[in-house]
Structures are given as structure tokens and as C-alpha cells.
């Protein structure tokens, strides 16, 4: 239980994680979030800045209205519900997932901040109803298209979300892998790549057409012991290809002289491999 929760250390009068997931978890709503990409896109703040004022003032309003037992119920909801991440440990914080509770009561604060508007604006207007509907449209309108833009849009096509939630270099690899398989080559993979990618998920690619296919056609090679065997290299009936991680390329170069290579990019123009091949 100590290696998810702050607890026993709280029990024991060690409160230092305790005050750090505090503020942690309160900055997180609008200045640096949960830093898991499962939960939230890695260190931005949970809300976005409309939404974020209007959660700001709807708690300004429960503040205001304590006495009230809907105000009372949302503080005591919130403050609950960060519960989760609060007694988490302090690795994980400010923690996304288990302070999922509190959802329902940031919309129900922001309904706060809505109906105060609701009411000042029908004080002070002869044609109130009109405006806060407009407004709120707005505001709702904005927020949306903000957190469109950003979950959709912006992130997508970065690359934090290339490397980590699109899987990018291990697919990039095993695409290139599948297209020398159906090409009819054998194919040699550096090792350096068995970091990130398993003969399971490069079986996936090929296990409606060819059962087995990884297996039969897919070497692993280690290109920086000096007794690896290259004679594959010399067969002219091999056709072949070989992966080379770029930090190892030298090591091949040097080895296997009058090699025809190919820089394998991504979207982003890192290097993620060179092709080799005999030359012709």
C-alpha cells in the first residue's frame, strides 16, 4: 500500500507529501496537470481557460453562498473527491484518474457561476434573457472549439503523440518491416529495436495473409558484436533488407562496404532507421 498511497507516512506524522500533493492537485484544474497521456494530455492543466474561470467563479459563489446546502454538498463533493490523488503518491501527482469524482462537481460549480450571471444580468437589463443566452452560447461555443482544437487538432499532429499514444516508432518500424516481407525480401532487424518492438506485434501484421510469416522471413541481427555473422550479405540468391538503428549505422558501414542505404524519416524529419540493401 506505500508504494501508491501517502497514508501510512500521513499516519506516521510525515506530512511533507501530503503538502505537496495538495498544492499539487489544486494547481492542477488551471496550471500544470496530470503528466500520464492516458489521463490527460501530459502536464496541461485539466480544464481549459474558459472553462477554468468559470470554475473559479462558480466556487467564489459556493464560498459566498456556504450556508446554502447545495453549496455546502459541492465543496464537500470536490473536496472528497480529490481525495484519490491527494493520498496517491507523491510520483504520480497531481493524478487525473483518481480524482475523476470531482467531474460532476466542477460542472455543477461552473452551473453556479452561470445562474449568479443569470440573475445579475436579469437585475441589471430589459432585455436579459437575451443576452445570457448569448452569452452562455458563447462561452459554451468557445470551450468547446478550445478543447477541439487542442485534443483533435493540435495534438494529433505533435510529436509528444506520435512517440507515445500513436505507438509511432515501433509501427513506423513494423510498417516498413511488413512492406519488405510483401515484397518478397528476407529481412534483418538490428536488435537496438527489440527495445520497443516484439515479434507478437509484427506477427499482427501479417496474420490474416500469412500465418507465421515473421517467423520465417524476420532476423534479428546484433550489428555491434564483432562475431556477428554478415554472410547473407555476400548470397546473391538472398534478397534482402536490414534495419539499422541510426546510432549503429557506422558500425555497418565500416563492415559491409559498398552497401546501398536509405534514410527512413518520420513526419518530423527524426531518423529513425537506415535501410540497407545490396547495392545494385
Known sequence: MSNVSILPAVLGGDFDGLTRNIVSHLLMFHWSGDMNPRHNLPGEPMLNPLSGIVFLAGLAVAFRSIKKTESQLCLLWLSFGLLGGILSSTDEAPQGYRTGLVIPACFL?????????????????????RILTSAVLLILSAS?????????????????????????EAKFIS???????????????D??????????ELDLLFRDDRPGETK???RWIDVRKATTDFSFFYDP??????????????IVRARL?????????????DRLSVLITRAP
Not at 510498417?175 to 532487424?189: F, P, R, S, T
Not at 540468391?237 to 546510432?247: I, T
Open 109 to 129: 460549480l461552473a452551473g453556479f457561476a452561470l445562474e449568479a450571471l443569470e440573475a445579475f444580468v436579469r437585475k441589471n437589463t430589459l432585455t436579459g434573457g
Open 144 to 168: 468547446a472549439a478550445v478543447n477541439f482544437t487542442k485534443y483533435f487538432v493540435d495534438r494529433p499532429a505533435s510529436r509528444p503523440a506520435w512517440y507515445s499514444s500513436l505507438g509511432g
Open 175 to 189: 510498417d516498413q518491416v511488413a512492406k519488405g516481407i510483401k515484397a518478397g525480401y528476407n529481412v534483418y532487424l
Open 191 to 200: 536488435v537496438t529495436y527489440r527495445n520497443f518492438i516484439v515479434e507478437s
Open 216 to 218: 520465417q522471413r524476420v
Open 237 to 250: 540468391a538472398n534478397r534482402f533488407v536490414l534495419f539499422v538503428a541510426p546510432g549503429n549505422f557506422d
Open 257 to 269: 562496404p559498398g552497401t546501398s542505404q536509405e534514410q527512413l524519416e518520420n513526419r518530423f524529419g
